[in-house]
């Protein structure tokens, strides 16, 4: 399945988290590229020193945050009673791709997944 990493998928991959690693690898092998969203990524980044968060990375599609966005994050935000804005992109990118999310955060992001009207998959990290 191609997924949507969120921002604890990025910080697992940071920690060199093997089973992430591993299935990381197996979506590439298979030619399944994974997404990330550029503000999950801002929320992860933190220094230069990051070798393996950008390793990882260069495997990843990075979706980015447009201004047409925000109209439709502030909208899901509303609909499912959220602040978090990255968590809302990260799960409206995942419904347009009709991939699952891998996330540390379920709880969070489920409410999310239910207001957006369709099946969005979260995975567990």
Not at 60 to 75: I, K, Q, S, T, Y
Not at 103 to 120: C, E, H, N, Q, R
């Amino acid at each position: 399945m191609t997924v949507v990493y969120d921002a604890g998928a990025l910080v697992a991959a940071d920690r060199s988290e093997r089973d992430l690693w591993a299935d990381h690898r197996a979506r590439l092998e298979l030619g399944v590229v994974p997404v990330t969203t550029a503000p999950v990524v801002a929320q992860v980044s933190r220094s230069d020193r990051q070798a393996q968060l950008r390793r990882f990375l260069r495997g990843c599609d990075v979706a980015p945050f447009r201004a047409e966005d925000a109209h439709d994050v502030g909208a899901l935000a509303g609909k499912a009673a959220v602040n978090d804005v990255v968590d809302v992109h990260v799960v409206l990118v995942a419904y347009r791709r009709r991939f699952g999310v891998v996330t540390s955060d379920a709880g969070d992001l489920g409410p999310i997944a239910d207001a957006v009207g369709a099946k969005v998959p979260l995975l567990p990290v």
